[in-house]
């Protein structure tokens, strides 16, 4: 829980609170010789997330195996909002479904409250500065259509002569306003590569997995996403055509080194993914394994759906790593490795079975990547890029050791 209730009181819960398994916090005897626990309130004035209201459907309507909790204390209490927020939230989101016995209930839907929260919260901010400036707007659409200007070139030719109107606008505020509309008679079509450049990729599709949701990679650390610091990788799979072996390569690349590591597995699946982390961490040790691996980004794919067995230890069940999902059908998420994972093609053509492949041969191609001198790394290889990262006292391991 990230703040205190603002009253500073605590709150009676339920008897039957021990259902969720909720922190006990202490006892006091009332009469009759029961016992009421005794625990912290959540936070007041707190938004729900994707991943709140999936849990909350499951627990208030008790599906996917979740128990069926309908009392807005103790559904406060597991999310850490307070009684009245559920009770908010439940009433937004609530629609009506018909049973298979031709029954109308009532129950809780997650994706009607997101988007009914999303269109409530699509209306704050500020207007647009175009707002009703006809001359600025007119003097776009003339620059666009008749003399076929981009959006760069209409901001360069007012800064040269005279602004239409006293509006100032930047250039990807320009391409922002063309790409949603807000220019009559002026789409994305009209510029000049068809609108296939600067297009502003869409909104991230919602995580339909609880679990997936709770490690978004909307929460993965700054650090990560800007590549300032090494140690955060990318994963993924690499699988044999149709008809051919299911033995596929594991596939983890460093963001910021662009290291490589490829690794033959025999199949898809979770426990086989598990398996050949655990085969690394043996490899290179509990605490190398913590410091070379500070996260992992993967999709969204089967292999990848057993997080806390790969985030724990096998060595001493500590915590070894974290895992951030990107967002379905996102691949962009994951740019340096599925660009890898291109390269890797060139050596293994898709349709081919991996099954025939050598580990020795899928060894040579790991090592050609990190032998390769990267222009990204100004000339360094993705190994002595690591290696300059984490400084002089840090040892290749085995397992990236460059064979050729």
């Known amino acids: 829980m990230k703040c205190p209730p603002k009253n500073g009181k605590e709150k009676d819960v339920p008897q039957d609170s021990d259902i969720v398994d909720l922190p006990k916090k202490n006892y006091r005897e009332i009469p009759m010789g029961r016992t009421k626990l005794i625990i912290k309130t959540g936070c007041k004035n707190t938004h729900f997330t994707w991943g709140e209201r999936l849990l909350l459907q499951y627990h208030y309507n008790g599906t996917n195996r979740y128990k069926k909790i309908t009392s807005p ?14 009770r908010r939230e439940i009433k937004r989101g609530l629609v ?14 997650a994706e009607y409250a997101q988007n009914d929260a999303d269109l409530k919260n699509s209306a704050k901010g500020p207007q647009i500065k175009l707002g009703n400036d006809w001359d600025l707007v007119d003097g776009i659409t003339k620059l666009i259509k008749e003399d ?175 895992l951030f999902f990107a967002h379905p059908y996102s691949s962009y998420e994951r740019g340096t490795n599925e660009n890898h994972n291109g390269i890797i093609r060139r050596f293994i053509p898709k349709g081919s079975d991996i099954g025939k492949e050598k580990k020795s041969s899928i060894r040579k191609i790991q090592d050609w990547m990190n032998h390769y001198p990267r222009k990204i790394l100004n000339g360094r290889s993705p190994l002595e890029a690591l290696s300059d990262e984490l400084g002089d006292g840090f040892t290749i391991p085995a397992l990236l050791e460059v064979r050729i």
């Open 96 to 109: 009506e479904h018909t049973t298979t016995e031709l029954v109308k209930i009532m129950v809780y839907n």
């Open 73 to 86: 204390t103790l559904l406060g209490t597991l999310l850490s909002k307070n009684e009245r927020t559920i």
């Open 148 to 322: 076929r200007y981009s959006p760069y070139a209409v901001i360069k030719q007012f800064e040269r002569t005279n602004w239409p109107s006293d509006t100032r606008i930047c250039e990807k505020t320009l391409y922002n306003y063309i790409a949603a509309g807000d220019i009559t008679n002026i789409t994305e079509k009209d510029l000049l590569y068809g609108g296939k450049r600067f297009k502003p990729k869409g909104k991230p599709k919602r995580h339909s997995n609880a679990m997936n949701a709770s490690r978004s990679i909307d929460k993965r650390p700054r650090e990560a996403n800007d590549r300032s610091v090494a140690g955060h990788w990318e994963m993924d799979t690499v699988y044999s055509g149709k008809d051919c072996s299911p033995s596929c390569l594991l596939t983890l690349t460093e963001r910021k080194t662009k290291v490589e590591i490829a690794r033959k597995i025999s199949d898809r699946t979770a426990a086989s993914v598990k398996k050949e982390i655990d085969k690394i961490e043996r490899q290179i040790g509990a605490l190398a394994f913590r410091e070379l691996f500070i996260s992992i980004t993967p999709d969204n794919g089967v292999e990848f759906s057993n997080a806390e067995g790969l985030e724990k230890s096998i060595l001493n069940n500590r915590p070894r790593t974290q």
